[in-house]
């Protein structure tokens, strides 16, 4: 069976080829209610030719990177939407997601051990749901706030407000303010510039997750709208830089007599598995090697190493096994899209700095919930100890770290130096798909009875009451 | 000091624990047989006691009762694989459920189907012909099978796990009858069990439709059926799919003791796991639980350790992940919900030996299971916990004092894939109509011509 080719013109630049520009806008935008959120998705629509394409992205990279002299500087658009959105303008279609469904809130205790309150997030919380998200990418700070104000006043002019607005800038060697360069490992998608990456499937609605292999069934879609979208997971993760530093000179001050002259910077690269420089952290470096060229090794496995090397704990084996030691044979990836905001510490210390983490996949339950629920925070898979570093933020997590013939354990005591301050779970539809979005579904009727009933019941606030039962109905109505 | 084989988790179920002692023995020495022929190139039956004796101490794995386990073994856990079934996970969404709460995709409704997919298409008949039902937990193949307890209001009560193979408890069954017939009862809630409801009355027999397939004796007249209905309803004592035995996890962490090589010599390298499994033929290549195993016993090969499966033999349930269980207010599960029922130590890292847990809410609480949280969702199916648990068992191993890594065999079969999916089925190398060769070079002469596939995995 040959697979279907990709169709770079309508799936989003972001999530197949990263816009990766300098400066990326965030605009988090909440509808007042169903109405608003089906006037908003007609607005949404009209943007459909605006948004940015894997193609245009491809196509402009390099003019992003070097503006001809006297053109206006260029800037990328991605959009993607909340359930309650999707649910609202196209009835007729539910994404086979609990996560999608759920949305974060919900499901960020139990799936990410996150503790925080989500009534007070910044981003996402359940008093202001996150109904649309629009990154707006550029190298130019100006033009990329300008674009930012336009949109943000046309959907003003729709009746939605803008509880969330954020830009993020990447900081000198790409990286994230701990100091360790960020976004290294990311999957090969098949057929999009390479010949043996990871099937488009597994980050693309409408594909194949394994060459010859019927594509999944991702959602119940009559009218194919969700084909050539992905799953967003956007989380704004806050970095307490002085907390992480000064764990690091704790612990080598306390490990002196089991490891004499640790120094902090080897530590934090065992915990994170790599050095700043992206270099992999392999014992016994005591020093950052650095990177040939501009990219970091990212070819290197796991297989050999029994921990002695690069600890089974450390951040970069816990979110990827690296063909070493896991406890599932298909091992999830993701494409992450983030990028940090806030000044380095350095630039200006009592500011607030992190990340604003995003990354999309076919699946959140599948792919970022299980990489964070099943694997971060989990002290025994996809190998033994914790991720100190992202790991459990709330929990005391420890590390083993083989030295001298022996295991050195790290151990955080309950300090914390990530937190989580909102988020949510969203779709980002292709081009023709967000199109789509302002064509009343022709069932619709059908459904609006069971709804209302729902509703009128209580029944409406979870999303089986919103959806299965009009599914349900509509494949009553495919039968007859 | 002399090896003793002691029953799974230390449990003091036989009455005379030589009886355990003489049925591991003898599973040992059929591995180093079968090992051993492997290296000669013999059919098991054809090895002679002398090659046994001559080749026994090349192999990396050790029957510990007829070579000393030297003094600075060291026994380790291997890495826990996930429970829940690869084979359900890979075959979503499932057309038979449709969307509903908690299970989008129908994954934890499939996986406590009862059937017989674990034999394949065919039936079960006694030795008179009559045809018999005989399903079981047939998705839950990880080495971890569950059963939600209903509260009688629609709810769950109780999630009960266990990882107990069946040919553990036929084993006990043949020796202390009336020891089962307690566990039986005590786990059913069932007192009137008795040990005539437990056996066969008369052989039965697995028939597969397919006729170039072998049938397959289940149990003897008057031997313990593993397919007995109270252990599906309404209890769980035992493990009850067909690859969910002791002797499946034995025989796999033996054939993956010999280093092997493809067709053109070259060693495999055990990377993919996947294609390793299809070589040595030792296990089911689409579940987690089978190729996770034979790769770390082959990577023990490769690094030059000989090692056997430590004391006490057994399959256990590895952990929980803790963080991904809440209470209503989003509060971590407190382990008093925990109930390790057989076995031990389930709390600390590489060390849990837990044969049977169960989880409820402790005395005095309010919240009921239905009230929480698992891996995000609010807790409707047991396949959701089941998703939180993992399953390991144990090796004792020790460098070879010579070095290297020992004999090199070739590969037993490859693997087809099944047109359009990602199934492998195991084969000597040629694939079948509809299906194509997924690891070429294993075999020599591996080719798509016609001929029927072979099931891999102990029956």
């Known amino acids: 069976m040959s697979d279907r080719a990709l169709v770079l013109d309508d799936i989003q630049g972001d999530i197949l080829a990263g816009f990766n520009t300098d400066v990326q806008a965030l605009v988090g935008l909440t509808a007042p209610d169903d109405a608003g959120r089906r006037t908003a998705a007609a607005w949404l629509a009209s943007l459909a030719p605006e948004i940015t394409s894997v193609a245009r992205v491809r196509a402009e990279r390099d003019v992003m990177k070097t503006p001809p002299a006297g053109e206006p500087p260029l800037t990328w658009l991605a959009v993607a939407v909340g359930p309650a959105l999707l649910q609202a303008a196209a009835r007729d279609v539910f994404i086979l997601d609990d996560a999608f469904n759920e949305g974060m809130p919900d499901r960020a205790a139990s799936a990410l051990a996150d503790r925080s309150l989500p009534a007070q997030w910044m981003v996402g919380a359940p008093s202001a749901p996150l109904d649309i998200l629009l990154k707006i990418a550029g190298n130019d700070a100006t033009a990329v706030e300008a674009r930012r104000d336009t949109l943000v006043k046309a959907a003003k002019a729709k009746g939605l ?186 630039a200006a210390p009592a500011a607030e700095r992190g990340l604003l983490f995003l990354a999309y996949q076919a699946s959140i339950t599948g792919g970022f919930e299980f990489i964070s629920g099943h ?26 770290i083989p030295h001298a013939g022996r295991s050195v354990t790290v151990s955080t005591g309950g300090r914390q130096w990530i937190d989580p301050t909102g988020g949510g779970y969203l779709f980002a539809p292709g081009k023709a798909g967000l199109a789509a979005l302002a064509t009343v579904p022709a069932p619709l009727a059908k459904f609006a009875a069971p709804l209302l009933l729902a509703k009128a019941t209580g029944g409406a606030r979870r999303w089986i009451s919103r959806a299965t039962r009009p599914l349900r109905l509509a494949f009553d109505a495919r039968r007859r | 000091m002399a090896w003793t084989f002691d029953a799974p988790g230390n449990l003091q179920d036989f009455s005379n ?72 996970e890979r075959q979503a969404p499932w057309a038979a459920f449709p969307p509903v709460e908690s299970d989008p995709d129908g994954s934890f409704r499939a ?76 786990f059913t809630g069932v007192g009137t069990i008795n040990a005539d409801q437990l056996r066969a009355k008369k052989a039965i027999t697995w028939i597969p439709d397919d006729a170039s397939l072998v049938s397959e004796m289940i149990a003897d007249a008057g031997e313990f059926n593993p397919r007995n209905a109270f252990n599906i309803k309404p209890g769980i004592v035992h493990l009850s799919h067909r690859a969910n035995s002791l002797g499946a996890e034995i025989n796999l ?151 290297g890594i020992g004999p090199v065999v070739g590969c037993r079969g490859t693997c087809c894939r099944i047109d359009g999916t990602q199934i492998l089925i195991g084969s000597h190398g040629a694939c079948g109509a509809g299906s194509t060769l997924a690891f070429p070079g294993l075999v020599p002469g591996a080719h798509g011509a016609p001929k029927k596939p072979t099931m891999l995995g102990v029956r």
């Not at chain 1, 099937?199 to 084909?227: C, Q």
């Not at chain 1, 025994?380 to 790991?391: A, H, L, S, Y």
């Not at chain 2, 020495?29 to 039956?45: E, F, R, T």
């Not at chain 2, 407190?334 to 849990?352: A, C, M, Y």
């Open chain 1, 161 to 346: 407000t803008a509880p969330y607005q954020e830009v993020g800038a990447r900081l000198a060697d790409n990286a994230e303010h701990f100091g360790f360069r960020d976004g290294i490992s990311q999957p090969d998608v098949l057929g999009d510039q390479s010949a043996t990456g990871l099937s488009p499937g597994n980050f693309v609605f409408g594909y194949p997750k394994a060459p010859g292999v019927a594509p999944p069934r991702r959602a119940v879609d009559p009218r194919n709208l969700t084909d050539n979208g992905s799953l967003l997971v956007f989380r704004r993760l806050a970095q307490d830089v002085p907390a992480f530093r000064a764990f690091c000179a704790d612990q080598i001050k306390s490990l002196q007599p089991e490891w004499p002259g640790l120094g902090a910077p080897e530590l934090a690269a065992l915990i994170v598995g790599r050095w700043p420089s992206g270099a992999p952290a392999v014992q016994p470096q005591t020093a950052d090697p650095g990177v040939l060229g501009d990219d970091p090794d990212n070819s290197f496995d796991f297989r050999t190493d029994d921990g002695s090397g690069c600890p089974f704990g450390a951040h970069i084996r816990k979110v990827n096994p690296r063909k070493g030691p896991a406890d599932v044979v298909d091992v999830p990836r993701i494409l992450r899209r983030g990028i940090p905001f806030g000044p380095t510490f350095e």
């Open chain 2, 253 to 403: 962490a033996g054939v993956s003791a010999l280093a092997r090589k493809k067709a053109d010599g070259t060693v495999l390298d055990g990377a993919d796991e996947e294609q390793l499994i299809c070589c040595n033929q030792g296990g089911e290549p689409n579940r987690n639980s089978d190729p996770k195993i034979s790769q770390q016993a082959y990577s023990l090969v490769q690094g030059g350790y000989r090692y056997t499966l430590a004391n006490p033999v057994g399959l256990y349930i590895a952990g929980v992940d803790e963080a991904s269980l809440t209470l209503p207010d989003g509060s971590p599960l407190p382990r008093e919900w925990w109930t390790v029922v057989r076995g031990h130590d389930l709390w600390t890292n590489g060390t849990s030996r837990v044969l049977r847990l169960e989880l409820k809410p402790p005395a005095g609480e309010t919240a009921k299971l239905g009230d929480l949280r698992v891996g995000g969702s609010k807790l409707k199916f047991p396949g959701q916990v089941a998703k939180a648990l993992s399953v390991h068992l144990f090796v004792t191993r020790w460098m070879r004092p010579q070095g």
């Open chain 2, 17 to 88: 624990p030589a009886d355990w002692q003489k049925e591991m023995v003898d599973q040992a020495d059929a591995i180093v047989q079968i090992l051993v022929a492997s290296v000669l190139g013999k059919k098991p039956d054809d090895v002679t006691e002398a090659e046994v004796t001559a080749w026994r101490t090349r192999l990396a794995y050790v029957q510990p009762t007829r070579e000393a386990v030297p003094a600075g073994a060291e026994t380790i856990s291997i890495q826990p694989w996930g429970g829940f079934p690869r084979g359900v």
């Open chain 2, 111 to 186: 996986v406590d189907d009862l059937g017989v997919e674990d034999f394949g298409v065919g039936h079960f008949e006694d030795s008179s012909g009559t045809i018999l039902d005989l399903p079981t937990r047939h998705r839950q193949d990880e080495y971890l099978e569950w059963m939600a307890t209903p509260d009688g209001q629609g709810g769950i009560s109780k999630i009960t796990f266990v990882a107990e193979g069946y040919d553990y408890f036929a084993k006990l069954f043949e020796k202390d009858p009336k020891t089962v017939v307690k566990l039986y009862q005590h």
């Open chain 1, 375 to 400: 694997w971060m925070n989990s002290s025994n898979r996809p190998g033994p100890g914790d991720d100190v570093f992202i790991g459990r933020p709330f929990d005391t997590r420890s590390l083993a």
